[in-house]
């Protein structure tokens, strides 16, 4: 599976993003699907992920700001960021799982501004 991430950019702290994640060449429906990110010097984490099935898990330091979301109809995953912090600064990735199998798309830059 192919994937393309857009909506990434520079926010003020407090502000918020929608990052979109466009997947081809597989049964999206079939994935599961997360968000990671990979800040300077650090290694590269994961953010949230939802099942085929619609459940969902979140990092700690984003939960109640972050919400992922998949549209199977348009083969789009989401991340509505808000409440952005200085420390979500990172490039943030589209992953696919399925049987073992990772997928990663290019990242998109998040840059929150203090």
């Known amino acids: 599976v192919q994937l393309q991430a857009f909506g990434g950019g520079l926010v003020q702290a407090g502000g918020s993003l929608r990052l979109s994640c466009a997947a081809s060449g597989g049964t999206f429906s079939s994935y599961r699907m997360g968000w990671y990110r990979q800040a300077p010097g650090k290694q590269r984490e994961l953010v949230a992920a939802i099942s085929s099935g619609g459940s969902t898990n979140y990092a700690d330091s984003v939960k109640g700001r972050f919400t992922i979301s998949r549209d199977n109809a348009k083969n789009t995953v989401y991340l509505q960021m808000n409440s952005l912090k200085s420390e979500d600064t990172a490039v943030y990735y589209c992953?696919?799982?399925?049987?073992?199998?990772?997928?990663w798309g290019k990242g998109t830059q998040v840059t929150v501004s203090s």
């Open positions: 992953n696919a799982y399925i049987r073992s199998m990772d997928s």
